[in-house]
């Protein structure tokens, strides 16, 4: 389930040790300096762990430049402000095994178990040691090269989660992350965008970048998370005393108090653990939960929690042997933007994307990101060649970050936009952020009919994209409800069509006709309505008739639509009001079985639509996770959805407090671990199967 990084690259010989040497040395030049990167997190740790398999075998041929060994990878500037403690860097593990053999290696150095060990995430920010003397922020040092800092005091006020007084007049050192939370980078790009500046890759450099910057016109707030607090080496007072012998639970408990902010207020907050089994799976938990933190992270921290074992393990010259990281596999990769594509959708929206030099990203291989629409194109500045950072963690469709602007070598392209609709070749609609055809949905007819016969929608067996072509080319078809006149011998017209084919096809045409409501509304591609939106507004309102009495004020009132989406939905049902008006006479089915119709005039009530009549699900959440087998096997993910909603329940795609449960098939990941986390009951499909029992489809 944690996600082991690829292993350490083969270095075949002295050249490519020394090319290695090199390429690692100008990478934590950058990073460390707020610069973007040229190789990614993934590459960099194994050209790192290559240099030093090298290095064991071959020590006679060692480079002094070499960064293994050093802190920072000695990539890091000097400052003038000495640490009172030196601040060491951290060694990592990569695996379930690496753990084991590190706990092992702690407790032959101590002579003892320890008595706890905690678990905490690996924050990707920049490490900064912060000063308060007497109950007042003095002072901010960066890392440096671990020995003495830059003063960098003067972002104090642009940082949340520092305080400038304690409620206690204390002397205290607390070191931790100074990042930007995913919402404060969304920020710090709009605001540079504004100022023409060019947007920050990745949080980190932007980050390393804002800290060190001291006259722009503009403020990026960050965010500090403190992970060790000291006492001043002078400081012989009690407070200073507490701070010495305390566990290290405890004593960020205290940095707590204070009104210092600590992981201790997000899910991935520290845990102690007894045991390497309770250790890892701890690591585990807190992987899992690494999609929906505030902030990135780059793995997890464990540490002996007890004062006495700290001291006992003691400090190698890089990095201290009471502690580990965990490293997870970066979700940040770095690869080329090759060219983009301008897509027709079944609305006519015309949708950029990116084709990426194909990449491994948390587990998937990318060669496609979304760009979301020309104008943030053309504010990320991207051009063709760019080698671009690319982010996908979890179920995050992938999107591309930025262009690595320093990287530039002159010979890339800018990107052309299309100056006519890249299907028909006829004009634009460029008045809105996302263009459009100005034939808006007619352009988009082909995908429209291949959409509305999909197995989710009407479910038409045997019409694929050969036979649509010819309904739309042969004039037989122009929106869907024309699917429904279509005659046998109208079929037979088509180019290769049999007898049989035709009977089949005019076979599944009458059984889509009685398909549920909630078929049949998604089958008409509303925008801002997919299938999950399309149930709940078929069970909201229980009739077609009712869904298009609908006013913006009564379709904001289905869940999850507010009323700027109820807006365009309810003029996209307007100009659907022709196909709407040829499926009823065509004889289509337009009610929602289980729905009392006119409900949604009353009350609502908490759970499921408004005028659902009770199920085994009422007022549960339900998610589902994995491959479903036994009698749900052959069930797609939008049809075990609808059995859920049919039961009574609300089908979710994301794991919460709030989920009621979860049914877990095989190869469940990162869901399955946070039910668990979270106390949520699991089901087996089968067990869920016994659950819904007469509600099965046949
Ligand atoms: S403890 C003396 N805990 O990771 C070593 N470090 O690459 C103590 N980091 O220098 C480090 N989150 O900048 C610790 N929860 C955490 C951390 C953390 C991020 C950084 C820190 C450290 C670097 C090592």
Redesign the pocket.
């Known amino acids: 389930m944690t996600e082991t990084p690829a292993p350490a690259a083969v270095l075949a010989d002295f050249d490519a040790y020394a090319q290695a040497v090199e390429t690692v040395a100008a990478a934590a030049r950058a990073y460390y300096g707020g610069a973007d990167s040229s190789v990614d997190d993934d590459t960099y740790d194994r050209l790192l762990r290559g240099i030093g398999v090298y290095e064991s075998e071959h020590p006679d041929q060692m480079l002094a430049e070499s960064p293994v060994g050093k802190v920072a990878a000695g990539a890091l500037p000097t400052g003038d402000v000495p640490h009172t403690v030196p601040?060491?860097?951290?060694d990592n593990v990569f695996d379930p095994e690496g753990l084991v053999a590190w706990v092992a290696s702690l407790e032959r150095r101590i002579k003892r178990a320890p008595a706890a060990l905690t678990v905490?995430?690996?924050?990707d920010?920049?490490?900064v040691a912060v000063r308060y003397r007497d109950g007042r922020l003095d002072r901010l040092v960066t890392?440096g090269d671990g020995i003495a800092g830059e003063d960098v005091s003067h972002a104090i006020g642009t940082i949340e989660g520092l305080p400038e007084r304690l409620p206690e007049p204390v002397s205290i050192e607390i070191?931790g992350?100074v990042l930007l939370t995913t919402e404060q980078f969304e920020a710090a790009n709009e605001i540079r965008r504004e100022y023409g500046a060019t947007v920050f890759s990745n949080p980190r450099s932007g980050a390393a970048g804002t800290l060190r910057a001291k006259d722009r016109p503009y403020v990026v707030p960050m965010t500090f998370y403190g992970?060790?607090a000291l006492p001043f080496p002078d400081d012989d007072s009690p407070f200073a005393e507490e701070l010495r012998t305390a566990d290290h639970s405890a004593v960020m408990a205290r940095v707590e108090e204070f009104g210092v902010l600590t992981?201790g207020r997000t899910a991935a907050r520290l845990r102690v653990c007894a045991t390497v089994e309770e250790v890892q799976a701890a690591v585990d938990e807190i992987a899992a939960l690494r999609a929906e933190l505030p902030f990135g992270i780059d793995g997890i921290?464990i540490?002996a929690d007890a004062a006495a074992d700290q001291r006992d393990a003691g400090n190698g010259s890089r990095?201290?042997r009471w502690?580990i990281?965990y490293k997870l596999a970066a979700v940040h990769k770095i690869t080329k933007l090759i060219g983009v594509d301008w897509a027709v959708g079944r609305t006519g929206v015309i949708a950029p994307r990116a084709i990426l030099d194909p990449i491994e990203i948390d587990g998937s291989l990318v060669g496609f990101a979304t760009l979301h629409n020309p104008a943030d194109i053309e504010r990320r500045g991207l051009m063709i060649g760019d080698q671009v950072s690319v982010y996908k963690a979890g179920d995050i469709i992938p999107r591309v970050e930025a262009p690595l602007v320093h990287v530039r070598t002159g010979a890339e392209t800018p990107i052309e936009f299309p100056t006519a609709c890249p299907q028909c070749g006829g004009e634009l609609d460029t008045t809105q952020q996302r263009w459009r055809c100005a034939q808006g949905r007619a352009c988009g007819l082909q995908a429209g009919i291949l959409y509305a016969v999909g197995r989710d929608q009407l479910d038409i067996e045997g019409i694929g994209g050969r036979i649509v072509t010819q309904l739309i080319d042969t004039g037989a078809v122009a929106d869907v409800a024309d699917l429904f006149t279509l005659t046998r011998d109208r079929l037979l017209t088509l180019d290769r069509m049999g007898d049989k084919v035709a009977d089949k096809l005019i076979a599944g045409i009458a059984q889509a006709a009685t398909q549920p409501l909630s078929r049949v509304l998604c089958a008409l591609g509303v925008r801002l309505t997919g299938r999950s939106m399309s149930r709940r507004i078929a069970r909201h309102f229980g009739t077609m008739d009712a869904i298009r009495a609908a006013d913006v004020e009564q379709m904001a009132r289905v869940e999850g639509i507010g009323p700027g989406k109820a807006t365009v939905i309810v003029a996209e049902l307007a100009e659907l009001a022709d196909v709407i008006d040829k499926l009823v006479a065509a004889g289509v089915n337009m009610t929602e079985p289980g729905v009392t119709p006119g409900a949604a005039d009353e009350p609502a009530e908490a759970g499921a639509g408004s005028g659902t009549e009770p199920g085994p699900l009422t007022g549960k959440s339900v998610v589902v996770t994995g491959a479903m087998t036994g009698a749900l096997a052959a069930l797609s993910r939008n049809e075990m959805n609808e059995l859920i909603e049919r039961a009574g329940g609300t089908a979710s795609s994301s794991v919460s407090k709030k989920t009621s449960l979860v049914v877990a098939g095989d190869k469940a990941g990162s869901k399955r671990a946070k039910a668990e986390t979270l106390g949520i009951p699991l089901l087996t499909p089968e067990e869920f199967a016994d659950l819904v029992g007469t509600l099965l489809p046949a």
């Open positions: 601040m060491l860097s951290i905490e995430p690996k924050m920010g920049l490490a890392r070191r992350e992970y060790v992981t921290v540490k990095a201290p502690a990281a």
